[in-house]
């Protein structure tokens, strides 16, 4: 039997953006990310400049962290602020330079993202599709010269997309949306194993991202080994 997930509320004036990659065989490398706005929703059709704008960037300040063999192949925003509220999806083709010698389909670039907000369990981030053999340290860590690029990278890339309101949406700040507060016990009567359920909140908590820190350690998402 499915698991049902409940609908997550509203989280008011808050954009998700999702970057769909390629990477060989594999064409969902998603990274995601939220960003705030302090003014009027956006149109659908504003939605489709912004997309337009982040494909650019992308373009312009990562394509050169990337393996020759990523691409930037579309950019999904919804805003949050409402099940009605505008959606827009935008096709691209941004391709990575940065050489062919890439590692393998689950390497990441993680990205950890600093919030005020002090919590167990973790910390918001982003699992990029960066690196190639030469920005390797050792097995298990990235150089210091590949950190720093992706610092000034990923800096850059979201100045570009913080600098891009539509009329009357701005300012605009990367943000981190928490859905989950704690977790429920559940016990299965049949098998008697106990499992954590995270518990979702009645409101998402907000938290405004005040800065980006790449991770030393070579990161991975395990599911794109399995495309």
């Known amino acids: 039997m499915l698991r049902r997930v409940p609908p997550y509320p509203a ?4 954009l998700r953006v999702a970057l769909r990659h390629t990477w060989g ?3 969902d490398v998603l990274t ?11 149109a659908v059709t504003e939605l489709a400049t912004f997309n337009g704008v982040v494909a650019g960037a992308w373009g312009s300040h990562l394509s050169t962290l990337a393996p020759t063999g990523v691409e930037l192949v579309e950019v999904e925003t919804i805003d ?26 689950g390497t990441a670039l993680v990205a950890s993202y600093t919030i005020l907000r002090r919590y167990r369990g973790g910390h918001p981030r982003g ?22 690029a992706c610092s000034s990278g990923l800096d850059a890339f979201f100045s570009a997309v913080l600098l891009a309101p539509w009329s009357g949406g701005g300012p605009l700040t990367q943000a981190n949306v928490s859905y989950y507060a704690g977790f429920t016990v559940i016990t299965s009567p049949t098998t008697g194993r106990a499992r954590n359920v995270p518990t ?12 980006i820190v790449p991770r030393p350690r070579v990161g991975s998402q395990r599911r794109r080994n399995e495309a």
């Open 127 to 148: 699992y990029w599709p960066f690196g190639v053999e030469a920005d390797l340290q050792d097995p298990q860590d990235w150089t210091a010269g590949f950190l720093t």
């Open 200 to 211: 979702l909140r009645g409101a998402p908590t907000i938290d405004l991202v005040t800065g």
């Open 80 to 105: 949050l602020s409402s099940p009605t509220a505008s959606v827009d999806t935008t096709t691209t083709s941004q391709a990575g330079s940065r050489g062919t010698t890439s590692l393998t389909a």
């Open 32 to 42: 995601r990310f939220f960003i705030s706005y302090a003014g009027t929703a956006p």
């Open 25 to 27: 065989v594999d064409a």
């Open 11 to 14: 989280a008011p004036k808050t």
